[in-house]
T-cell receptor
Framework: EDQVTQSPEALRLQEGESSSLNCSYT??????LFWYRQDPGKGPEFLFT???AGEEKEKERLKATLTKKESFLHITAPKPEDSATYLC????????????FGSGTRLQVQP | NAGVTQTPKFQVLKTGQSMTLQCAQD?????MYWYRQDPGMGLRLIYY???????DKGEVPNGYNVSRLNKREFSLRLESAAPSQTSVYFC???????????FGEGSRLTVL
C-alpha cells in the first residue's frame, strides 16, 4: 500500500527565514511525486512534478528535490503570501495510478 | 477561464437523505476524480474515471456512486447520507491518468 508522510504538521516562520518541508513516501514503484499548495477554503493548486531521484524543480521562492525515499520543498526567504498548506502526493507506476496524498504541512509566515 | 466547477459549494443534509454533487470541467480533460478531505487525513480518493465511459473505485468508495455523464461532467451521489460522510469533497481532472490534477474549489457537506 502506498504511503505518504509529511513533516512537520505545522511550521511557523518569520518573513525571510528559510526552511524545508519533508515528504517521506513508500510506493512499489514511483512514477511521479507531486507538490500542491492549498489555501484555506480553496482546492489544491499544482506546483511541481518530480520523476526521478536527483531531480530538482524551482518556482519563485520554492525548490523541490527528490531522493529515493523522500522529497523536500525548500522555501527561501519566504513572504507572508507563501502561507498555505503544502501537500505532497505520489503516483505509482503500476495499478490504479491515482495519486496518494499526505496530510500536508501548514505553513504560516509572519511579517 | 472556469477550469473545474463544483456545485453546490455548501450543503447540509439529515441522516438518510440523498444528494448529488455535480462537477464539470472545461479543459477537455480525459480523467476525472472525486476526493474527500478530512482534518488530519489528507485527500482520499473516492472514485475516478480514467476516460469517458469508465469508472473505478478508489480508496474509500463505500456509500457513494458516480456517473461519468460525458467527457465534461462527473457526478458523485450519496444515496443515504451518514454523519461519517461529513467532509469537504473535491472534484479534479487531468489530461490523462498520468498527469497533474486540477482541482475545483470544493463542496462542504455536513450530515446531521
Amino acid at each position: 500500500e502506498d504511503q505518504v508522510t509529511q513533516s512537520p504538521e505545522a511550521l511557523r516562520l518569520q518573513e525571510g527565514e528559510s526552511s524545508s518541508l519533508n515528504c517521506s513516501y513508500t510506493v512499489s514503484g514511483l512514477r511521479g511525486l507531486f507538490w500542491y499548495r492549498q489555501d484555506p477554503g480553496k482546492g489544491p493548486e499544482f506546483l511541481f512534478t518530480l520523476y526521478s531521484a536527483g531531480e530538482e524543480k524551482e518556482k519563485e521562492r520554492l525548490k523541490a528535490t527528490l531522493t529515493k525515499k523522500e522529497s523536500f520543498l525548500h522555501i527561501t526567504a519566504p513572504k507572508p503570501e507563501d502561507s498555505a498548506t503544502y501537500l505532497c502526493a505520489v503516483q505509482a507506476d503500476t495499478g490504479r495510478r491515482a495519486l496518494t496524498f499526505g496530510s500536508g504541512t501548514r505553513l504560516q509566515v509572519q511579517p | 477561464n472556469a477550469g473545474v466547477t463544483q456545485t453546490p459549494k455548501f450543503q447540509v443534509l439529515k441522516t438518510g437523505q440523498s444528494m448529488t454533487l455535480q462537477c464539470a470541467q472545461d479543459m477537455n480533460h480525459n480523467s476525472m476524480y472525486w476526493y474527500r478531505q478530512d482534518p488530519g487525513m489528507g485527500l482520499r480518493l473516492i472514485y475516478y474515471s480514467a476516460s469517458e465511459g469508465t469508472t473505478d473505485k478508489g480508496e474509500v468508495p463505500n456509500g457513494y456512486n458516480v456517473s461519468r455523464l460525458n467527457k465534461r461532467e462527473f457526478s458523485l451521489r450519496l444515496e443515504s447520507a451518514a454523519p461519517s460522510q461529513t467532509s469537504v469533497y473535491f472534484c479534479a481532472s487531468s489530461a490523462d491518468s498520468l498527469r497533474e490534477l486540477f482541482f475545483g474549489e470544493g463542496s462542504r457537506l455536513t450530515v446531521l
